[in-house]
């Protein structure tokens, strides 16, 4: 029973809920400040399942119900961090939001919106059966969509809703396929009974076919190329809630390939085309946020391309670093969400001592030969020889991002503080990769599986991968000797417009043609 204590957490916020749609009106304070406790107990409840992790080990409670039918909890160090992470954002967008909304007259169902989606989060994060799994994948997914639709007299929000809808209920359908394979073919609803038969080899028949429908759901989930248009458009919702998508909601389908790694191994052809598609949704994802204006629209860009990367890492294997990326982006953008009202403000105040300093061809060559000697540097101080060659190949990939950094250090026009810092940020981002993956390797081992050796097809993705992103990094630290190019001009707007790639959905979907809510009253639509 000991490691059925996770199991508080969800329920705690489940009673918040209740409460919170039970005090209608404005500003309902009783409510605001329950949802908070019930967020901050359940920090509490994650740092009681470190300690009773630390103490008896890994485990899954008595189950409740029978066969396939039943729930349970599953207290490990993948459920762990995604327990603290999850109670940790929560309580904290839940606190922003109860100034936002303060005089909204339906600031009380909002919250029991908000708490009820992360109570499904977290019944989703521990889910010891795949009965639960599914539960909290769907439920959280159908919660989401009421808090899209905060304003329902928001023609954009109501798109944005409806495509959002459209696309996790197919991602649903992929996830109760790989359920049902998965049942069948391992004859358990178990999960850990699961994952410890896939690491013998049992259950191959029907792995792929189960592997190939649990990475179409992570993809669905996740906001992957060319579905990832719903992301993109939820701006209409109220800000609290772009943070709370950070919270285990889009980036569930990474969570979701890492918790069944060990199935996933089994599917080598599956994990390639992880990387294809992760790969260029985050090279796609970036490119386009260089030319976002607004500051929420260029966020959610970048959240396109993060999850793109991390999908990438899962495809490489490299499931600890995987879960470790969550942990990160999530507590950044969380922030960057929160903040965004006040970023332009920020920007504007920044003090700028001269000209931007831009890099000829030869200031990038060098930079990039400087950035991956210091890598070098690092990792054989780090030790090359116990790392997976995907490890170092993402590491590659990441280093590059610093040295765009680095040319702006040893441009010309460049004053000597410049180049020291830019060159101090190298090093350290090195370090921070190769001490980071050390310490997630350690902490994970025994959970999650460790990273195989890759084969021909594994070699050509990550030497493909490393070329692309050398490719696009050094095209954009020389973007500014061209900017003003007719070409460049042209591709900005292609850019800017996401390459099309939404409308051609929107299209596909058959158009948007969505009639005015009964509900709302014409004041509410001019506004």
């Not at 009783?30 to 509490?44: D, N, S, T």
Request: proline letters at 5%; charged letters at 10%.
């Amino acid at each position: 029973m000991i490691h059925a204590i996770p199991l508080l957490a969800p329920l705690l916020l489940a009673g918040a809920s209740w409460y919170a749609f039970r005090s209608p009106g404005l500003r309902p304070r009783r409510a605001i400040r329950l949802a908070e406790l019930a967020a901050i107990a359940a920090i509490l409840v994650g740092v009681l399942s470190g300690l009773v992790l630390y103490a008896y080990g890994a485990g899954t409670s008595p189950a409740i119900g029978y066969g396939y039918v039943a729930l349970a909890s599953r207290l490990d160090f993948v459920s762990l961090v995604m327990l603290l992470l999850v109670s940790y954002i929560g309580w904290v967008v839940l606190r922003y939001a109860g100034t936002f909304l303060d005089g909204e007259e339906r600031q009380g169902a909002f919250t029991g919106w908000m708490t009820a989606t992360l109570a499904a989060v977290l019944l989703l994060v521990q889910s010891g059966t795949l009965l639960q799994l599914v539960l909290g994948w769907v439920g959280t997914s159908l919660l989401l969509h009421r808090l899209l639709l905060f304003y329902p007299h928001r023609i954009a929000a109501r798109r944005a809703a409806r495509k959002k809808f459209i696309v996790s209920r197919i991602g649903d359908g992929a996830l109760i396929g790989a359920v049902i394979l998965f049942a069948i073919s391992f004859g358990t609803g178990d999960i850990a009974a699961i994952l410890a038969a896939a690491r013998e080899g049992e259950g191959l028949p029907l792995t792929l076919a189960g592997a190939t429908l649990l990475a179409l759901a992570a993809l669905l989930k996740s906001a992957q190329f060319p579905t990832h248009g719903w992301l993109t458009e939820v701006m209409e919702t109220p800000t609290p809630v772009s943070a709370l998508l950070h919270a285990g909601v889009v980036n569930a389908g990474g969570f979701l390939l890492i918790r069944f790694a060990d199935v996933m191994l089994q599917a080598p052809i599956v994990l390639a085309v992880l990387v294809m598609v992760g790969g260029f949704t985050a090279l796609f994802g970036s490119l386009v946020m260089l030319t976002q204006s607004a500051v929420k629209t260029s966020l959610a860009w970048s959240t396109v391309a993060q999850m793109g990367f991390m999908i990438l890492q899962c495809g490489l294997a490299l499931f600890p670093i995987a879960l470790l990326h969550i942990v990160a982006h999530s507590l950044y953008k969380a922030h960057a969400f929160l903040g965004s009202g006040s970023a332009v403000e920020t920007v504007a105040s920044i003090r700028r001592p001269g000209p931007v300093a831009i890099p000829n061809a030869k200031a990038v060559g060098r930079a990039f030969v400087l950035a991956l000697a210091i890598y070098a540097v690092i990792g054989v101080l780090f030790g090359f020889a116990d790392k997976p060659p995907q490890a170092l190949a993402l590491g590659a990939i990441l280093i590059f991002g610093v040295a765009y950094l680095i040319a702006q250090g040893l441009a010309d026009a460049a004053p000597w503080a410049l180049t020291w810092r830019t060159s101090l940020y190298s090093m350290s981002a090195a370090t921070a990769y190769f001490a980071l993956q050390r310490i997630s390797d350690k902490m994970m081992h025994g959970t999650l599986p460790a990273t195989p050796q890759p084969g021909p097809l594994e070699w050509t993705l990550m030497l493909l991968a490393v070329v692309t992103f050398a490719v696009v990094a050094v095209a954009q630290s020389l973007f500014p000797l061209w900017a003003y190019h007719p070409a460049a001009a042209g591709l900005r707007v292609h850019l800017a417009n996401g390459l099309y790639v939404n409308a051609i959905f929107d299209r596909l979907l058959g158009g948007w043609t969505l009639s005015r809510p009964a509900s709302a009253t014409p004041a509410a639509i001019k506004e």
